[in-house]
């Protein structure tokens, strides 16, 4: 099993610019997340989805947007890229509502310039 | 909301030694879970270990155990033998035991992390 599969590993924007991380997962979890790892930080939750056609904000859902059309996919769009949001970016999946915790994806390292 | 804080920011340890990796939590709640997960240099989280409070056991995953005192709200990761391969970021991480699914609240909610670095 691939488990979850984000692409790019690596970005760099200019700012201003759009772009879509794409996340895909192929255990048939409902529950798909994003978060976010600033240098020498913990993870931040940007935007879950409990299932297909529901989404909602986490804690830092400001410059992104997200959709759920499949239980496989789960992208996440930035829409006028900032310095701000220069971080590491995680895709995470889970069995039921995470209680036996998250498979992650590798993650995206973007850089806005 | 709950918040997860890992004191330690960078420790290090001599191979075969052994090590413990604090975390302290604030919740209202008692009954939820905690994890601890392992970062290392390829930036794949892997989960290390998973204790649920309503269970007085420690949970124990070959080399690595916790110690978890529900009333001190502690839930320290001792790794036993370090090895090399230990080498990387390790996170705390709590859940709500709670099923509501429309609460951001109720995801995992991670500390800031300790770089933990294994000397030969």
């Known amino acids: 099993n691939a488990g979850v599969t984000q692409t790019p590993k690596f970005r760099i924007l200019k700012i201003g610019q759009s772009m879509t991380l794409q996340c895909t997962q192929d255990?048939?979890?409902?529950?798909m997340y994003w978060y976010r790892q600033d240098p020498g930080m913990g993870l931040k939750l940007i935007y879950y989805?409990?299932?297909?056609?529901?989404?909602d904000k986490g804690e830092v859902p400001n410059g992104y947007n997200v959709s759920r059309s499949t239980t496989e996919d789960f992208p996440l769009r930035l829409e006028l890229a900032a310095p701000s949001q220069t971080s590491v970016y995680f895709c995470?999946?889970?069995?039921?509502?995470?209680?036996?915790?998250?498979?992650f994806g590798s993650g995206t390292r973007l850089t806005v310039v | 909301a709950q918040t997860v804080t890992q004191s330690q920011p960078e420790m290090s340890v001599q191979e075969a030694e052994t090590v413990t990796l604090s975390c302290t939590y604030d919740t209202s709640e008692s009954n939820y879970y905690l994890f601890w997960y392992k970062q290392p240099p390829s930036r794949q989280m892997i989960l290390v270990i998973r204790?649920?409070?309503?269970?007085?056991q420690n949970a124990t995953e070959n080399r690595f155990s916790v110690n978890f005192q529900k009333a001190a709200k502690s839930f320290s990761l001792k790794i036993s033998d370090s090895q090399l391969g230990d080498t990387a970021m390790y996170f705390c991480?709590?859940?709500?035991?709670?099923?509501?699914?429309?609460?951001?609240?109720?995801?995992?909610?991670f500390g800031g992390g300790t770089r933990l670095m294994v000397k030969p």
């Open positions: 995470a999946s889970s069995y039921s509502s995470g209680v036996y915790g998250y498979t």
């Open positions: 991480a709590f859940r709500s035991f709670s099923y509501s699914i429309n609460n951001a609240g109720n995801m995992l909610t």
């Open positions: 989805s409990v299932g297909a056609g529901i989404t």
């Open positions: 204790q649920e409070a309503y269970k007085q």
């Open positions: 255990m048939n979890h409902n529950y």
